[in-house]
């Protein structure tokens, strides 16, 4: 059974940095499409980073270009987001998301597994 668990979740101050952890488990995800995304309150789902589980094919959100960094850590089956000079607006739930396969998209209905998100508050 897939299961992808994020954590790293918080409260930071506007300007601030946080680094949101992915530990996917259940199956090999050397050929999967990886991707974060977000979901503020009344608002839809967004995305917010993918790539390739090889570490090529990254795409971002313009709103969260040169902020945010997705990567990942073989050994430990990990994708990381790190999240550097966060606003306001990017308070929201934090979902991390793998496909069966490895075209990266950013599309959030085209991913087949789900985390069960972690709450970014950032204050100003």
């Known amino acids: 059974q897939v299961q992808l668990a994020e954590s790293g979740g918080g409260l930071v101050q506007a300007g601030g940095s946080l680094r949101l952890s992915c530990a996917a488990s259940?199956?090999?995800?050397?050929?999967?499409?990886m991707g974060w995304f977000r979901q503020a309150p009344g608002k839809e789902r967004e995305f917010v980073a993918a790539?390739?589980?090889?570490?090529?094919?990254?795409y971002y959100a313009d709103s969260v270009k040169g902020r945010f960094t997705i990567s990942r850590d073989n050994a430990k089956n990990t994708v990381y987001l790190q999240m550097n000079s966060l606003k306001p607006e990017d308070t929201a739930v934090y979902y991390c998301a793998a496909r069966d396969s490895g075209v990266v998209t950013t599309l959030f209905r085209l991913f087949d597994y789900w985390g069960q998100g972690t709450q970014v508050t950032v204050s100003s």
């Open positions: 790539m390739r589980w090889s570490g090529t094919n990254t």
């Open positions: 259940g199956r090999t995800f050397s050929n999967s499409a």
